[in-house]
């Protein structure tokens, strides 16, 4: 019996080591997987301002990145001075990590940014006298500057978007003074070094200018924007150009009214098909109006729809919500006192889902988040000066603050299709290393919804409990004062 005993007693302190050691074991794995790692911020949803002393601040474009924060491009500008090229990284609990300006010595500008394994490149452009060149940045992802560079020539280049190819390299997208007639679609291959590969002036007599471009599953390219070309009385004119991947022109399709119109964001759909955002006078509601439409890969136009009320309202940007809807930014005017800045979403057939604007006077970007939130940046003018303006809102578009639910009209709109004809300049730009260092930016944030705290009751008040040096409330004295005036009572140990 003994040994029977013995041997159940050794089992059990067998099983307690080995759970000892399990347990130890996996508190080590655990704590090796999540050492320096930093607890994810709690994302909130609201409107932000993003003050700089002394400037008036403006954003071009808001890129949602993976944080659950932005990226904001734009600049600042002093009452009549130059402009300085800014970059603002928030995260999404509201707060800045990063913030950096890049003054030229000209004007400048940022507009749109890419991902490298580096860092962001950013675009933009910058203007000294009488020329204007391309502004390419590489900010690490700390925000820590790499290198600066200029693209350019003695005309004048200027580019509003960017975007990756299949191949890692990135289109750059604008208009050059240098081509066959009074500015012409400009678009630059470059590698994600900054590196060119080659440019191209795209057009024909008058003004096309490009502010959107994706590349298709043929490795074509398909630029989006404006052109005034092949109209009788000088409109303007929805346009998209198609080339090869080297930069040939295979075709360009225009699409009007009797008005002017013109496309500023595209992008595309995982089943081919092309959406373009943009806005038009032809629009049937009133003054300016937003417009929604859809063409498949080969400019065949689908649909298309005006949105606006009887003021001014346009469409800047357009992004894919993660269950598939539209997300739109702009501005919807005179719908709400509140403000004009405007997020709308409509399903993949340019029905009205909802619509919302925010306190301030447009946004020019649109984001979306896998946690199904939106994201849209702009300005807002308030007592003289211009500010940022920067909001995170739920999927149904609605924040506990300073937001209206508004309900603009929707209209098909009839577009005229007619096929252009463009002819490609090849141009002979030159890389030039900017002897610039971004600086870094001090930016005063403020939550627009947050509770303000209750002021501290002033000392002395009825229910103050006073503060050090105060004098005590009226009829009580202070614990102090009572210890000093009492006579003195014995120790006990003294009686």
């Given amino acids: 019996m003994r040994h029977i005993f013995a041997q159940g007693k050794k089992r059990n302190l067998m099983r307690v080591l080995v759970m000892l050691i399990s347990l130890v074991f996996g508190f080590f794995s655990v704590y090796a997987q999540t050492k320096g790692r930093r607890p994810k911020p709690k994302r909130v949803n609201s409107q932000f301002t993003l003050r700089v002393d002394s400037y008036n601040a403006f954003i071009n474009r808001v ?49 749109d940014a890419g991902l490298t394994r580096e860092g962001y490149l950013l675009c933009g452009f910058t203007e000294s006298g009488n020329n204007a060149d391309v502004l390419l940045v590489l900010l690490d992802f700390r925000g820590n500057p790499r290198w600066v560079k200029t693209i350019g020539s003695s005309a004048d280049e200027k580019v509003f978007k960017m975007f990756i190819t299949r191949t890692l390299d990135f289109i750059l997208l604008g208009m050059t003074s240098e081509g066959l007639g009074k500015g012409d679609v400009l678009a630059i291959q470059i590698t994600s070094k900054g590196e060119l590969k080659w440019a191209k002036a795209f057009g024909s007599t008058e003004l096309d200018i490009a502010y959107s471009g994706v590349q298709l599953p043929d490795r074509s390219f398909l630029f989006a924007g ?89 469409l800047y940007d357009v992004a894919l919500a993660p269950s598939g809807e539209i997300a739109l930014a702009g501005q919807m005017s005179g719908l709400s006192p509140v403000g004009s800045a405007a997020l709308l979403l409509t399903d993949r057939q340019g029905n009205l889902q909802w619509a919302n604007v925010y306190a301030g006077n447009s946004f020019l970007g649109v984001g979306t988040y896998k946690d199904s939130a939106l994201t849209g940046a702009g300005d807002v003018y308030s007592t003289g000066s211009t500010y940022s303006l920067w909001a995170r809102v739920p999927y149904k578009g609605k924040l506990k603050c300073k937001n209206d639910s508004v309900m603009p009209s929707v209209k098909d709109l009839a577009l005229n299709s007619l096929m252009g004809l463009f002819e490609a300049t090849p141009l002979n730009l030159q890389e030039q290393p900017l002897a610039v260092q971004p600086e870094d930016l001090t930016i005063k944030i403020e939550d627009l919804c947050a509770e303000k705290p209750k002021p501290k009751p002033k000392p002395g008040a009825k229910g103050s409990k006073g503060t050090k040096g105060s004098p005590p409330a009226q009829g009580k004295q202070s614990a102090t004062q009572s210890s000093k005036n009492s006579p003195k009572k014995p120790h006990p140990a003294k009686k």
Avoid: C, P
């Fill in 63 to 111: 890129i949602a990145t993976r944080d659950g924060g932005a990226l904001l491009l734009g600049y600042i500008q002093q009452e009549g001075g130059t402009q300085e090229a800014i970059a603002i990284k928030t995260l999404g609990n509201g707060r800045v990590l990063w913030a950096k300006k890049v003054a030229t010595g000209g004007n400048a500008q940022l507009w």
């Fill in 226 to 314: 404006y052109t005034r070309s092949f109209t009788d009385n000088g409109n303007w004119d929805i346009m998209l150009l198609k080339t090869d991947q080297n930069g040939m022109i295979e075709w360009v399709q225009t699409y009007g009214t009797d008005k002017n119109e013109t496309a500023r964001s595209m992008l595309l759909t995982k089943d081919g098909e092309i959406i373009l955002a943009g806005f038009t006078l032809g629009g049937g509601h009133g003054f300016w109006d937003g417009f929604l439409a859809v063409t498949d890969l080969n400019g065949n136009l689908k649909w298309a729809k005006s949105i606006g009320t009887s003021g001014d309202d346009r």
